[in-house]
């Protein structure tokens, strides 16, 4: 009965390679996100999707490309990895929009790019 | 632009005494809302609790309080009675359009 679910939990990759990290949710909700939390516990904002629909694009290099076939999924796909890489992925849902729901948090995918 | 600020990076107290954590917003939005969410080691993110920007009443649940105060763009928690289970780093956010969260602050409860 997981709410928000990521796979997989830990990636181990070397430079170069391509990888795709996938987020579910069955809590019926309508939007979902990418963060992206750093070494120094950061957390940042890079996609929102609503009911499939890219809402939010943060500054994000264009090797991270965010798929959302359907309102329950949202994947994440990351080209040419780099080092600077290397971090923990939350995906999260709301009900409709960030400004006024909590979002409700995966377990996070703690990507390392060797 | 928004921001958030979480002046205390790292806080020690011993078990059993009171903490707050403070944080500080800037934003010339009218609307918004207001979170505190929990990391603890295990590093989930747990949402807290979620304020708007019209409702300024404090709020208290067992031994966590808020105190939101828009005079001084301030949203603290407050602990009370920590445990160590209490033990995790905290991070206030800013809701509009998108969620920004603050630095977060490390709280460490020594038993």
């Known amino acids: 009965d997981t709410a928000v679910s990521q796979t997989p939990k830990y990636l181990v990759t070397q430079m170069g390679n391509d990888k795709s990290i996938k987020c579910e949710q069955n809590?019926?909700?309508?939007?979902m996100y990418w963060y992206k939390q750093d070494s120094k516990k950061f957390l940042k904002i890079m996609f929102s999707?609503?009911?499939?629909?890219?809402?939010i694009n943060e500054t994000v290099p264009n090797r991270f490309s965010p798929k959302s076939p359907d309102k329950a999924h949202l994947n994440l796909h990351i080209n040419s990895l780099e080092l600077g890489d290397s971090a923990v992925y939350f995906c999260?849902?709301?009900?409709?929009?960030?400004?006024?729901?909590?979002?409700?948090f995966g377990p996070g995918t703690r990507l390392t790019v060797l | 632009a928004q921001k958030v600020t979480q002046a205390q990076t790292e806080i020690s107290v011993v078990e059993k005494e009171d903490v707050t954590l403070d944080c500080v917003y800037e934003?010339?939005?009218?609307?918004?809302?207001l979170f505190w969410y929990k990391q603890p080691p295990s590093g989930e993110l747990v949402f807290l609790i979620r304020?708007?920007?019209?409702?300024?009443q404090n709020e208290i649940s067992g031994r966590y309080s808020w105190n939101f105060q828009k005079s001084t763009s301030s949203f603290n928690f407050t602990i009370t009675a920590s445990q160590v289970v209490d033990s995790a780093v905290y991070f206030c956010?800013?809701?509009?359009?998108?969620?920004?969260f603050g630095t977060g602050t490390r709280l460490t409860i020594i038993p």
């Open positions: 956010a800013f809701g509009n359009e998108k969620l920004t």
């Open positions: 999260a849902s709301s009900r409709r929009g960030a400004s006024y729901n909590e979002q409700f």
């Open positions: 304020r708007n920007s019209f409702d300024e």
């Open positions: 934003t010339r939005d009218t609307t918004y809302y």
């Open positions: 809590l019926g909700h309508d939007t």
């Open positions: 999707y609503n009911n499939k629909e890219l809402i």
